[in-house]
Each structure stands twice: as structure tokens, then as C-alpha cells.
């Protein structure tokens, strides 16, 4: 049985670390609240962009484009979104483990484009090489940073380094709901019209080429963008439950240790009491 001294050091242990978790869950409170915001006033743009694009294409007959066929190269990009920060749960392995786990997105023919150094440093560890770094964006994401990644990734394809573009980040459903989720960028795929109608052909001015090279880069920018501030919502409210669970945890351990406490200290007080009366009695 522990000793009283060794029971109360445990306890001021996890008195100490309860005032951090909780102090983490009221800073990942408010920034989910921002977060969250951001999220929500962007989600109609960026989901309206990807219906508009895949509208167009249905109506498009047959286009010959160079972002609407797979590249010559086997090469796939993944740009995974994670955090650059732990204790958020499985929030950063659930990202890993959806591309891990993806038929065709193998190490021998998949390069990471990594945006959260967290899920950089765990695609490593798995033999996946790591195309780019842009831990830095999930920080502070703005569109200008997707902009950037679009950019780069098209000229990649453009180059034949890669054949595909993949997109892996975590959609914000609400507080405790984050699904880790993988969207096709490119080549881009029309999808399926669900109401079934005739399809009126899409004319495009001046010419299908240059219509095509000036919105798909928009397309892609607002999907990685919107997809960056889902992905920070998720984190801190990952975080938030994380640090809410570990809390009440450490609350239960506190109150355990205190009985704990208590039945050290009176047993201690029963052994003392006992030890008088049998000196009392040797005496008399």
C-alpha cells in the first residue's frame, strides 16, 4: 500500500496537470469558435465552386484537357492536411491512416505534399517521401496560401511528375463530429447527375482550353482552402474533447487519491492508537 506522502505527491501531480489540460480546453474553445466561423461562412463558395465545375463537365460532351485525363506519370500526390501540434486525440492519425489505408496510395507511388508537420513526421516514419512542406500554412491558413500549393501542384502535373491529385484533411461536422475525408482533384471527374435530366451542351468563349486553364486552378485553390479551414475547426475541436476528457479524468484520479488519502491517514491514526493502548497495558 502506498504511503500517505507517496499518495498526496501523486495527487498535487495530477492537481497540476488538470489546470493544464484545462487551460488548454478553454484556449481550444475560443479558437474553435473563430475557427469554426470561418468555416461555416466559407463551406457555401467552395461547395458551390465544386457543383459548378462538375455541372459544367456533364454538359461538357467530350473534352479533350489536360486536367480532365490522368498524366502519363504512375505518380500520385496527396496533399494531407494536419496539425503541427499533438494532443488533439486521433485527429492526426486518422488522416494517416485514411491514405495508408487507400487502395493505390502505396509508398512506391505516392508523394506527399504536407501541410501539419504531425502527419509529415508519421508519413516518414512510413516510407512515404514527403514532395513539399507547408507545415507553416495550417498556422494561420489564407487563400493566398492555397493559391500557392495550387500552383505548384499543377506545375507539377503539368510536367508529368505526377499523374493525380488527391486532397486528404478532416470535414467539420460539428463539435465532436470530424471525418477524415479524401477528395479526387485531379484529373477533374464530372460526377453523376443525380436528377437525371437532358443536359443542355456547355458552349465556352473563347475557346474550351482557355476557360478550362483559368477556372480549374480556382477550383482546386477554393477546395484546398476551404478544405485548410475545416481541417483547423476539426483540430481545435479535437483538442477541445481531448482536453475536456483528459480533465474530467484527471478529476476521477484526484478523487480516488483522496480516499485513497483518507484510509492511509486513518489507518495510520488506528495504528497509533493501537500502539498507546498496548504500551498503556504493558505498563500496567
Do not use: W
Not at 481550444?28 to 459548378?52: C, F, G, I
Not at 495550417?138 to 493525380?164: C, K, M, S
Not at 478523487?255 to 485513497?260: D, K, T, Y
Amino acid at each position: 500500500m502506498a504511503s500517505m506522502r507517496d499518495i498526496k505527491h501523486r495527487k498535487e501531480s495530477i492537481q497540476s496537470t488538470e489546470q493544464i489540460t484545462k487551460a488548454m480546453k478553454l484556449v481550444s474553445t475560443v479558437k474553435l469558435q473563430k475557427s469554426r466561423a470561418k468555416a461555416e461562412e466559407s463551406k457555401p463558395y467552395y461547395d458551390l465552386m465544386y457543383d459548378t465545375i462538375c455541372s459544367m463537365l456533364r454538359k461538357s460532351g467530350s473534352i479533350e484537357h489536360k486536367y480532365l485525363k490522368v498524366g502519363d506519370s504512375k505518380k500520385k500526390a496527396v496533399i494531407a492536411i494536419t496539425s503541427n501540434r499533438g494532443l488533439a486525440g486521433g485527429y492526426n492519425n486518422n488522416i494517416v491512416k485514411l491514405v495508408t489505408g487507400t487502395e493505390g496510395l502505396t509508398p512506391e507511388n505516392t508523394v506527399i505534399y504536407a501541410i501539419g508537420r504531425k502527419g509529415k513526421d508519421s508519413f516518414v516514419r512510413k516510407g512515404y517521401a514527403i514532395a513539399e512542406d507547408y507545415s507553416e500554412v495550417i498556422n494561420e491558413p489564407i487563400y493566398r496560401d492555397a493559391a500557392d500549393v495550387t500552383a505548384e501542384l499543377l506545375d507539377a502535373f503539368g510536367q508529368n511528375q505526377i499523374g493525380e491529385i488527391y486532397l486528404a484533411y478532416t470535414s467539420f461536422k460539428n463539435t465532436v463530429t470530424h471525418i477524415p475525408t479524401l477528395k479526387k482533384l485531379l484529373p477533374v471527374e464530372a460526377g453523376k447527375d443525380s436528377e437525371k435530366t437532358d443536359l443542355v451542351l456547355m458552349n465556352y468563349e473563347p475557346n474550351e482550353d482557355q476557360v478550362l486553364d483559368s477556372i480549374i486552378p480556382k477550383y482546386m485553390s477554393s477546395l484546398i482552402y476551404g478544405a485548410l479551414l475545416e481541417a483547423v475547426a476539426s483540430e481545435n475541436g479535437a483538442r477541445m474533447t481531448a482536453m475536456d476528457s483528459a480533465t474530467n479524468n484527471a478529476e476521477e484520479m484526484i478523487e480516488e487519491l483522496g480516499l485513497a488519502y483518507n484510509r492511509a491517514r486513518q489507518g495510520s491514526i488506528t495504528q497509533e492508537l493501537t500502539e498507546i493502548i498496548a504500551g498503556a497495558n504493558a505498563i500496567s
